[in-house]
């Protein structure tokens, strides 16, 4: 009964042994394996482009990009993790090679754009953005369109292309925070602080509109802090810009009051509403 199987595993045996004799088809071999490493390197790059150290992803694409300079991917990880490292002048140079590629896109474009704004380059962004087909309408494009537009002081233009971006992103809170930033910058406190309240409504973790809603709240000589959530050393921080702006604003007493509060708030040593304090205290003796 055991003979099939014995000779199952001879013709078996004869035919490897053919094969060895025959030799490996190493081509077809190193076909398989490029295939392999193109995946492995595909799941590698989105790896480097969202955990890894940004410097290290820099290194990375880096000699990617050296080894098969053709692939616009790499070139576009290379720029990527070049701005993620805060290095916006080699970020830029990046980007603008990755525009001059054959397969480029308009979103490559916005990308070029973005670094020149970080860059402070704000002339030349807004000329790549201008060049860039109206049909492309995206939540980025859009939201620096709005930037460009507060620079130049064009606030129609800025109003219209936030209100645009709100409209194209599930994630609107840093937006309508530049946003109201813009209507603090002109004056329009009331706009601006209707605009910080939405944003914190949108992500309460956002601290930079809890500040900037203190601010604009300040600035109209309201000095009662807005009823969102905050951690005792926000509520600390954000009494001692309460105080700032009410002694910008010339309520000198008031803002050394909420000064003293914030002190005596925070859980620490709050160094910078003393230097703060320490300052007014000094002119008024003055």
Not at 87 to 116: I, M, N, P, Y
Request: overall charge negative.
């Amino acid at each position: 009964m055991r003979h099939p199987f014995i000779v199952t595993l001879c013709m078996t045996g004869a035919f490897a042994l053919a094969g060895c004799e025959q030799g490996i088809d190493t081509e077809a071999v190193d076909r398989e394996f490029q295939g392999v490493n193109v995946i492995d390197g595909t799941n590698l790059n989105e790896v480097m482009l969202t955990v890894s150290d940004p410097n290290e992803a820099v290194s990375y694409f880096q000699r990617a990009s050296s080894a098969e300079p053709e692939r616009i991917d790499l070139s576009r990880g290379l720029a990527v993790s070049l701005i993620r490292a805060k290095r916006h002048t080699e970020g830029v140079v990046a980007w603008a090679k990755v525009v001059e590629h054959a397969d480029a896109t308009s979103g490559d474009r916005v990308e070029l754009a973005d670094a020149l704004i970080r860059n402070n380059e704000w002339e030349r962004a807004e000329t790549v953005l201008d060049a860039i087909p109206p049909t492309h309408e995206t939540f980025k494009r859009y939201r620096l369109e709005a930037m460009i537009a507060d620079s130049n002081r064009e606030w129609d233009r800025a109003d219209s292309f936030y209100e645009t971006a709100v409209g194209l992103t599930t994630t609107p809170a840093s937006v309508m925070n530049n946003w109201g930033f813009s209507k603090l910058t002109r004056g329009d406190f009331t706009g601006a602080e209707r605009l910080f309240t939405e944003a914190i409504q949108n992500d309460n973790s956002l601290f930079t509109a809890k500040n900037n809603l203190v601010l604009a709240r300040g600035a109209q000589g309201n000095y009662v802090l807005p009823v969102v959530p905050m951690s005792q050393v926000e509520r600390a921080e954000l009494l001692h810009s309460m105080g700032l702006a009410a002694v910008k604003r010339g309520d000198v007493v008031t803002g050394q009051g909420l000064m003293r509060e914030a002190i005596d708030t925070h859980p620490q040593h709050f160094e910078a509403a003393s230097r703060s304090l320490k300052a007014l205290e000094s002119n008024v003796v003055n």
